[in-house]
């Protein structure tokens, strides 16, 4: 099916499990005994399938990965309906837990409880403080304002003040109503919906074109430390956070989840699975081994080599167990453990003399990856 001729929808509750699949005489079908992925509130997907499988509806996400869904998760809307969304002043949540308030007042009516790295679309105006009171940036501009050439008296002007909230609240858009959040909850968004027009043949693809030196420059100031900086502010923010099998958000995460949405929030798309793979900005950095055949410590010593940010991707136990952690710095990651003693996200070290060791993790290094100018 054309992306340009599909249905499309966004997911209208605060989060949604997105199960594998699974095929069946050619025709997908959902596996919910595994979870795949965790879908957020506010974001975009595109159905691949007019009708729902066992009770489910196939689903592309933005960033490639395709699964079943509840369709109850899902308010569906058109391409251009999508478009339009899109284009709107969409902000993430930074909380990890975030009442969205009928007033702004911390009183008020909770309309929905949403977790960090949900999308909201922001009402806020920008505004200008001056002696007279607060304004709207437009009213300003316009000369609306008193003094102004074009100021129309107080009527005017307190009709469009009043719908201002009081200085720290932001009015939100909810998908079926408006709301009120604390707006230094608001964040950036950084991250574009990279895949959600694309054909499926074409996922990942060829990425060659995406220029990092680009990419910084236009979010960050050019600088590759400042990049750095923030991919691994990103991910502690989930420190602590327990681990859920599939899950991406505050009440629990997965290790390749939580590496993936570290990215995302940076505007970078990566694979959301726990395994290097060609086709994504990623590109895998070759190490040496020590006479054993492990990771050799000597390549921490260079800084050209492994750099804060850098994704090192783990191969474990006799079942062979996939996981991702994120490189901090001076021989420690973080990632989400399933073990029962570090059951979330924690850090780690590579060195055998650290109390916070993984023998075998370090053991099960196989690949390191990392984005490079």
């Known amino acids: ?44 997907v595109r159905l691949l399938d007019e009708t729902a499988a066992g009770g489910y509806v196939r689903i592309l996400t933005h960033y490639g990965l395709t699964g079943f869904i509840d369709p109850s998760a899902l308010k569906t809307v058109t391409a251009a309906e999508v ?22 007042s911390a009183d008020a009516q909770i309309l929905v409880t949403l977790t ?19 304004f709207a940036l437009e009213d300003v501009l316009s000369g609306n304002v008193p003094g102004g050439k074009n100021y129309t008296g107080d009527t005017d002007r307190d009709s469009k003040t009043a719908l201002l909230p009081p200085e720290g609240w932001a009015r939100v858009r909810l998908l079926d109503g408006e709301g009120y959040v604390p707006s230094h909850f608001l964040a950036q968004k950084y991250f574009t919906e990279t895949y959600l027009f694309a054909d499926l043949k074409d996922i990942p693809g060829n990425q ?7 990419h910084l420059n236009h979010h960050f100031v050019g600088m590759e430390l400042l990049f750095r900086q923030y991919l691994l502010e990103e991910a502690m923010k989930y420190t602590g956070t327990q681990y859920r099998s599939g899950g991406r958000s505050a009440s629990g995460i997965d290790s ?17 699975e726990p395994v290097f793979s060609e086709g994504w900005p990623l590109k895998e950095i070759g190490f040496e081994k020590d006479g054993s055949g492990l990771f050799s410590l000597s390549n921490l ?6 750099r804060p940010g850098d994704v090192l991707y783990f191969v474990t136990g006799k079942d062979g167990k996939k996981s991702a952690a994120m490189y901090i710095g001076g021989g420690h990651y ?16 590579l060195f055998p003399d ?11 290094l196989k690949t390191v990856a990392g984005i490079r100018i």
């Open 83 to 104: 478009l339009d969304y899109l284009k709107e002043k969409l902000k993430v949540t930074d909380a990890a837990s975030l009442d969205v308030l009928s007033a702004p």
């Open 301 to 306: 010593e260079d800084p050209e080599f492994i």
């Open 334 to 349: 973080i990632y989400s453990s399933d073990a029962p003693e570090q059951y979330g996200v924690v850090m780690n070290s």
């Open 354 to 364: 650290a109390p916070d060791y993984r023998e075998d993790l370090h053991r099960g």
């Open 256 to 272: 390749a989840g939580l590496i993936m949405t570290a990215y995302m929030r940076c505007g970078v798309t990566i694979s959301r």
């Open 1 to 44: 099916m054309n992306p340009s001729e599909s249905s499309y929808a966004i997911i209208n509750t605060p989060s949604a499990r997105i199960y594998c699949e699974s095929k069946n005489n050619d025709r997908f079908i959902p596996d919910t005994r595994h979870i795949k992925d965790e879908a957020l509130y506010g974001y975009a």
């Open 116 to 134: 960090r790295g949900s999308l909201i679309r922001s009402l806020e105006e920008e505004t200008i403080i001056l002696p007279e009171g607060r």
């Open 208 to 214: 060659a074109a995406f220029s990092f030196q680009a």
